[in-house]
C-alpha cells in the first residue's frame, strides 16, 4: 500500500524521530484525516525515503516514529538541469511542475535581455519551491529538485557542467537526439538545458553560448512557445536516456 509522501529538511528527522511543521501537520489532520497509528512516508530530500508511523497529531506540528527505512526511486540515472528563462505569468510555473514530475534534477530562471517577465521576488521563489516541492511528492521521486537564484543568461552558462544544450531554432538540423546519441552513450554525465525566453535569444547572448561551448540544437521545424519547448525536450532528453522507455 502506498502512503502519501510528504519532504521535509533534514532538521525534521532526529533519530527514529520525525516533526511534521504546521503545513503538513495540518494536511495530516485537517485534509487527509489521519490520526496516531496511521503510517505516512517521509522523505528528507537526499533519496531516502522513511516509513512513520504518526504518534502526535496536532494542527501546528506533529510527531512520528520511524519503522522502516530504503532507498527511494523514481529518479533517473543522469542529472538534468532546466536553464530555463524567466516567462510571463504562470508559465514559468507551469514549466516547474511538468518537468519536476518527468525527473528535472535542478531549475535555474534565468535573466535574458528580451524576457518579458522581471527577476522573482523572495515571495515568488518561495511559492515556485512550494510547487516544486508537491509536484515532487505526487510523482513519487525521491529527491527534491533544487529551484536556484535567477542568473545572467551569461553567467549561467559559464556555470553549467556535463553535456550542454541550447534550444535555438536557429540550430538547423541538428537535434537533441544527434547531441545526445555518442556524448551520453558511454557515461551517465549531468545534462544542462538551456530554453529562451518569448522574445527568443538576444545576438550576443548566442555569442555568449557558443564562447562558453554549449552546442546549440533544434526540435525540428516548427517552433514551439517558450513553455512547451522545454517541457518537449526535457521528455526528449530523459527517452533517450532510457528513462521512459
Known amino acids: 500500500m502506498k502512503h ?26 485537517r485534509v487527509l484525516r489521519l490520526r496516531p497509528g496511521d503510517h505516512v512516508t517521509a522523505l528528507d530530500g537526499s533519496g531516502r525515503e522513511y516509513e512513520v508511523e504518526i504518534t502526535e497529531l ?14 527511494g526511486g523514481g529518479e533517473p540515472r543522469a542529472r538534468l538541469f532546466l536553464y530555463q528563462a524567466l516567462l510571463k505569468g504562470d508559465a514559468f510555473e507551469s514549466v516547474l511542475r511538468r518537468c519536476t514530475e518527468l525527473g528535472v534534477s535542478c531549475f535555474v530562471p534565468v535573466l535574458c535581455d528580451r524576457s518579458v517577465a522581471v527577476a522573482p521576488s523572495q515571495l515568488r521563489l518561495d511559492r515556485w519551491r512550494e510547487i516544486v516541492r508537491e ?13 536556484s537564484e ?19 531554432e536557429g540550430a538547423g538540423g541538428r537535434g537533441v537526439r544527434e547531441a ?4 551520453l552513450a558511454a557515461h551517465e554525465r549531468p545534462v544542462s538545458l538551456f530554453v529562451g525566453p518569448e522574445g527568443g535569444l538576444a545576438p550576443n547572448e548566442l555569442s555568449a553560448a557558443r564562447s562558453a ?9 516548427r517552433i514551439l512557445r517558450a513553455e512547451n519547448a522545454g517541457t518537449a525536450a526535457v521528455t526528449l532528453i530523459l527517452h533517450e536516456i532510457g528513462e521512459l522507455s
Not at 5 to 16: C, D, I, N, Q
Not at 59 to 68: D, F, K, L, S, T
Not at 159 to 166: I, P, T
Open 213 to 221: 561551448g554549449l552546442e546549440l540544437v533544434s526540435l525540428g521545424p
Open 150 to 168: 535567477p542568473l545572467p543568461f551569461a553567467d549561467a552558462c559559464r556555470l553549467a557542467e556535463g553535456v550542454r544544450l541550447l534550444l535555438w
Open 4 to 29: 502519501r509522501r510528504f519532504f521535509l529538511t533534514p532538521a525534521s528527522f532526529r533519530g527514529a524521530e520525525v516533526t511534521f511543521p504546521a503545513p503538513q501537520a495540518h494536511q495530516l489532520l
Open 180 to 183: 545526445l546519441a555518442a556524448t
Open 135 to 147: 509536484a515532487a511528492e505526487q510523482s513519487l521521486r525521491s529527491c527534491l529538485p533544487a529551484v
Open 58 to 71: 496536532r494542527p501546528e506540528v506533529a510527531h512520528g516514529r520511524i519503522v522502516a527505512e530504503r532507498h
